[in-house]
């Protein structure tokens, strides 16, 4: 399984921003989808998740409302749509990939599969 999360770049306070994350691999259905992200000399921390048949999410609590994750299925592409950014948004954002039909984790180290991460940096 491979991973490839694009759409990151420099914006200001307050845009909005699409990250996507293409995977190469068959059945993408079958795969719960997370977003994580990890800024300088902090640890990575959850952002969302969405279950393989893309009918349940979650969020991290801090950031609901303002993001959206969802999952082309078709496509095999699962996005994260950023709204009303904030210089605390800025990080390194990675896509995660799990085994699994119809449940979500937001827990790291039950992904099995990373992308190479994408950076966002919003200025103020």
């Known amino acids: 399984v491979q991973l490839q999360a694009s759409g990151g770049g420099l914006v200001q306070a307050g845009d909005s921003l699409r990250l996507s994350c293409a995977a190469s691999?068959?059945?993408?259905?079958?795969?719960?989808m997370g977003w994580f992200r990890q800024a300088p000399g902090k640890e990575r921390e959850f952002v969302a998740t969405?279950?393989?048949?893309?009918?349940?999410?979650a969020y991290a609590d801090s950031l609901k409302g303002r993001f959206t994750i969802s999952k082309d299925n078709a496509e095999n592409t699962v996005y994260l749509q950023m709204t009303s950014l904030k210089p605390e948004d800025t990080a390194v954002y990675y896509c995660?990939?799990?085994?699994?039909?119809?449940?979500?984790?937001?827990?790291?180290?039950?992904?099995?599969?990373w992308g190479q991460g994408t950076q966002v940096t919003v200025s103020s």
């Open positions: 691999v068959r059945s993408f259905s079958t795969f719960n």
């Open positions: 995660a990939a799990r085994k699994s039909v119809s449940s979500w984790s937001r827990i790291s180290s039950t992904y099995d599969y």
């Open positions: 969405i279950s393989g048949r893309g009918t349940s999410t």
